[in-house]
């Protein structure tokens, strides 16, 4: 079971969230939170693999909120999936700094909402297909100066060339096209890449592709 908790302030929006939810077969609601400092507790206290958390929330926002749990050691296995209203919120490319795996708008289609549950499950950063590469785009311009690619040292040539495809959104299906090789060799390399680096997740690939350098924003044509 995929264990899930819900953090909005508006509670017809965790209503409808936990009704498609709980529906599935493989997803349990592990429970709900109004503000920031509630999503702390409810997730110190279950654990769960999910947590779809609001940017705006009164007593501690959203933001707040994915750095002390993406910060805290003892909750390394949740992932953060940011909720927003606006596809391009300002407070998303931070979000992903702070070590969130992906973000949703709040209308998002449900199918695409239970195939992003399950996908950040799985190791994937949920980077919605319809915004993917003008987040990207955006946080290559907002983006401070490379630091020293020497973090990159443990990597191989192919790692890195699989992290700059990453870096520029590319899907690992892309990514096994342009290099020729089977979808799986490709998601070998991504998930070698991120182990290697530190990386929670693709999302925090893509961060550090372009703080070391490796991607530059020219790069999106």
Known sequence: MI???LADDQVLVRAGFRALLAAQPDIEVVGEAADGEEALALVREGRPDVVLMDIR???LDGLAATRRITGDPALAGVKVVMLT??????YVFEAIRAGASGFLVKDTDPEELLRAVRAVVEGDALLSPGVTRRLIAEFAARSKAPAPASALTELT?????VMALVGIGLSNEEIARRLVVSPL???THVSRTMVKLGARDRAQLVVLAYESGLVRPGWLG
Do not use: I
Request: glycine share 0%; net charge negative.
């Open 85 to 90: 209203t606006f596809e391009l919120d300002e």
């Open 185 to 187: 060799t490709a998601k």
């Open 157 to 161: 040539e192919r790692e890195r060339e």
């Open 57 to 59: 929330m009164p007593l």
């Open 3 to 5: 264990r899930v908790a």
